[in-house]
């Protein structure tokens, strides 16, 4: 039996830590204020500016204009492009989150589009869901379909484990 084969059979099984359901919900909270911040200041930069009165009161007329449609795509591209690069969205960062396949790597593009999907489409039925018929793996609905879990990012790569810092 070679080295690379007897490093590979007495491999220790990798160890995944579950991402709670509450981070889990303060991240796409801290995402859903990001996006809808941004996606309403270029609103009205395009439509134009406008009294905040008429929009809280329901009177203004561009109002019907931001409807579901447009912002889920935008939610939608927003988790599609940074949890594919990176693996984390601006609110999985804060909370030290990451989405992964099963194993723990990096999940395909197919699977983060289906997963981003239910979170920018369907979010209350892919939860309830979800949580209804949870797993020991935490999966939302979308996330089995697309074989992903959120896990909690114990070390960063510019955090090394064994190196302390002194100021001289």
Excluded at 67 to 75: D, G, L, M, N, T
Excluded at 124 to 132: A, K, N
């Amino acid at each position: 039996m070679s080295d690379s084969e007897d490093t590979a059979l007495s491999k220790e099984p990798t160890e995944l830590t579950i991402a709670r359901w509450s981070d889990r919900f303060f991240a796409w909270l801290i995402d859903y204020v990001i996006i809808f911040a941004a996606a309403f200041t270029v609103f009205f930069i395009v439509i134009g500016t406008a009294n905040f009165e008429e929009i809280i009161s329901g009177n203004f007329e561009y109002s019907r204009s931001f409807q579901f449609a447009p912002i889920s795509i935008v939610f939608f591209l927003y988790w599609l492009i940074l949890e594919y690069k990176t693996g984390q969205s601006i609110g999985k960062i804060v909370f030290r989150l990451k989405i992964t396949n099963l194993k723990g790597e990096s999940a395909d593009f197919k699977s983060i589009a289906i997963s981003s999907f239910g979170k920018a489409v369907l979010l209350p039925v892919d939860v309830i869901f979800g949580r209804i018929f949870t797993n020991k793996k935490r999966q939302r609905i979308f996330n089995r379909l697309g074989n992903t879990i959120v896990i909690k990012v114990q070390q960063t790569d510019d955090e090394p484990e064994n190196i302390s810092y002194k100021k001289d």
